[in-house]
């Protein structure tokens, strides 16, 4: 796999408090790395200092080894953030069928998006009336619609119950024909199922990076799971 | 897959994105039920001034009908349009600003933003998007307007459509900047309230400055650059090239502060050089359009202007006026000597001076203790004049008598005004019910998904 995108040194402070020192990382082709770390690790921050929507201190991105700006990183990498409630008043299918109209994308595309996540009978429905899980549902099709090679996604299954998971979990392996995925996960089981390697993120700074065998190793662990792994490190 | 989407992406030119944002722009617009409120409202106030207008411009109408030389001071667009059009300043300036900060900083609450700054648009491509679909709001807070110029030819009134579009055009600008200063509050506020409190205060701020404008100083020079102020001198059917180049230095200046800080992406420093360079390069403009004002006298009555013969016979005088005036600010002489002289001077003189001087109200009542008190002195090419008058019918012959000036009046044709006595209480339905409940039935049709999947 060849190194398609690529964090040196990104660094970031907000008032006196330091969030993120000195991250360095690369993301390989058609893998899914894992952005792992508890609530406050900094995981959100990396991403919106990526993707050119928080400037950062220190440091440089890089796409198949050439700097790029932050503000042009959009044209390489769509971030899917969390929590968000995009044109909340709209119908979801108003919404759904406007991001793919922007974004270039096929109708079939949307249609087949729509019935992978089950969105169907929400289509009418206005997006801040959505539960939590079909909120998480409508980001993630407008996530998958977007065109960029490189998709990096805040918490993806949070609200989803465990069928749920392994259902958007399937989708997500489809879409790495085209794709490459940076999923910021904290619950370790999901993580494990789905990602390549990890990227363990605590209190701003990079405690491992690798695949599950590797971090293990690091840790001076014959087997175990991402959590116990994580718990050594961390 | 990813490729294939990527071209279409690529392919798509900014063009075509703007153009499908816009649409969605107005339909986020158009589901908004405050934009239906402030037109139900608008619709009420509206009428309720016309109605009010048309009952007292009937009733002077009346005996100005009986005594013809008081026909001439029944202008319609005095009598009934700017009155008329008064709710329109109510709402453009207490509620159209929440229509606004709705549009502009729901994305950024809600998270929309983060998507769309994604986008291959830029933060002014974004801002002009959302300018251009407030613009369709626009269009529909003209209806109750246009309601009024219909029913008013309905009546049998008389439009001077110069008049009429001048005052519309200055709403207009009004409009504008509010909308810029609305923008720019959102862009530099977290929630939705401040974003409103930091409009307002601009907006009442400028109101509460207007009061200041007629007084010296700097609050009297602060308060020329009032919306109010400016609001008001299209309203009077004097159309100005300082008035025009103001509006849109603001409503330039707000709107480039508030797509330079809408991306939270840009350090401070980063933010702050473009602001700068904007905010001069407008201020050189403003500056150089105010060195060679334009003024367009549009009232059928020519009010804001001499006799033709007088205006070249001034434009001749080239040397320098010096006009002294020993009269308090808050003379109501001064009010008049200003509105029906100075101002008129100022536009055709080259080279004017107005010195006011030393006047203090300490007599009895008020009254100046100075022997001066009332007097106006001309200077003109070392010859010396003074006079009590305020009228222009006594300050030309003394201006062109300075100016070894010969002038005889050009004949043109004298205005009659347009008297009429009408009955507008019956467009009470349309404006207390037909438009309202058209406004809450289009609420109610926009907000319905079989409206949507027909867009």
Redesign the interface.
Known sequence: MSELFRSEGISKHFGMCQVLSNISFSVYSGEILGIIGPNGAGKTTLMECM?????FDKGGIYWKNRQVS??LA??FI??L?D?????????A??VLR??Q??????KT?LNRLIERLELSSML?KQVYSLSKGYRRRLLLA?GL?????LLMLDEPFDGFDLRQTLGVMELLRE?L???TLLLSIHQLTEAEKICDRFLLLNTGKVSAIGSLEQLQKQAGLNGGSLEEVFLAIV | MGAALRRCFLQLSEFQLSRVLLMQEIRTLLISPALWIMLVILSLLVGYSFIQAVELFSQASQTALSYPELASGMNPTEGVFVPAFGAYYLVETLLLPFVAIRLFGQDKQNGTLKLLLQLPLSPFSLNVVKLLAMSVVWLFILLPGVSVFIIWQYLGGAVHFPELLTLMLGHTLFVLTIICIAMFATAISDTLPTAAMICLAATLGSWVLDFAAGEGGWMGALGAWSLTTLLRQFESGLLSSDSIASFLALSLLFFTAASVLLHPGRKLCQKTKPLFVAAVALLFVVFTIMQVPQYRDVTENRKHSFNPADVRALQQMNKPLKITIHLAPEDGRLYDLEREVLAKLRRTVPNLEVVFANTQSTGLFGASENDNYGLIEYEYADKHDMSYSNSSFEILPLLYALGGLKVTPDVIPSYTGHPLVADASNSKWWFYLLLPLMFLLSAYLFRQPQFLRRQ
Do not use: C, D, H, N
């Open positions: 993707t050119g929507l928080l400037p932050p503000l959009k044209k769509f971030y953030p929590g968000i409630l995009p044109y909340a008043e709209q119908r299918g108003v406007f991001f109209r922007m974004y270039g994308a096929e595309e009418k407008i619609l977007s065109p960029q090679p879409t024909a085209g794709k």
